[in-house]
């Protein structure tokens, strides 16, 4: 089994391959590591690895692993559903959240941003597999919810994030997530900062570079099979 250290090395490599391949830069697309129920130790090992940036779905196993890495350049973004009751944490310990899908939400962590801190980064997670209803809000409504976000001082609107539902076709994985990269081209053109497009896994990653991601989430590819 490769290590680690191999994994991040293969999937650097895998990025880098797929941005030329469209003629984009390898720098232009972040590996965001998903280190959910991996150890802090786990995490540690790919920190050495040069690993900075960290995905985290479940507030109380995350804040444990911060509180046990404080190592200096470490970025933790929160990739999971929110709920109300577990704003102040996110708020208070995260550098981005890529799931803010209400402006009930958005605004708790507007409000809980600890003064003194940079202003929270955050992306609207879109719902762009139509099967799946209950996540993200709908490409209609993600405007709206820019508009409001504007006047929400201690967030950073960066961008869009989307979870397609699974497929294993390249051109379809593509096509599910051009509507997503066009809306965000209509919205850099109204707001300013929107730089992210938070898109690709590990089974997708590829297609979601050809697409415009500048973020791919990545767990199995990096720390094998969860259980
Ligand atoms: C778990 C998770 C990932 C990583 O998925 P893999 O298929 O293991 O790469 C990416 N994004 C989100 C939101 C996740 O919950």
Not at 37 to 54: C, I, K, L, N, P
Not at 70 to 92: C, E, M, Y
Not at 156 to 161: A, C, D, E, V, Y
Request: hydrophobic letters at 45%; proline letters at 5%.
């Amino acid at each position: 089994m490769a290590s680690i250290a191999e994994n991040i090395f293969r999937t650097g490599q895998q990025i880098a391959g797929a941005a030329q391949a469209c003629g984009r830069a390898p720098e232009a697309v972040t590996l965001l590591a998903v280190s959910k129920t991996q150890s802090a130790a786990t995490v540690q090992e790919a920190y050495a690895a040069g690993q900075r940036d960290f995905g985290e779905n479940y507030v109380q196993e995350a804040l444990d692993k911060i509180a046990a890495l404080p190592l200096p350049g470490l970025v933790w973004h929160f990739i999971g559903p929110l709920q109300s009751n577990k704003t102040r944490d996110i708020a208070s310990h995260f550098d981005w959240v890529h799931s803010v899908d209400r402006l009930k939400i958005a605004t708790r962590l507007n409000e809980q941003r600890p003064a003194g801190m940079a202003p929270l980064n955050v992306c609207i997670q879109v719902n762009i597999s139509e099967e799946d209803s209950k996540s993200g809000v709908a490409l209609a409504d993600v405007n709206a919810l820019c508009e409001a976000l504007q006047g929400l001082p201690n967030l950073r609107l960066r961008g869009l994030m989307a979870i397609p539902a699974p497929c294993d076709d390249p051109a379809l994985q593509r096509a599910v997530y051009a509507p997503l990269t066009a809306l965000l081209r209509q919205l850099q053109t109204r707001y300013a900062g929107m730089d992210t497009l938070s898109i690709g896994m590990s089974a997708d990653f590829a297609a979601a570079i050809a697409e415009g991601s500048t973020i791919v989430r990545v767990g199995t590819a990096i720390f094998g099979a969860r259980h």
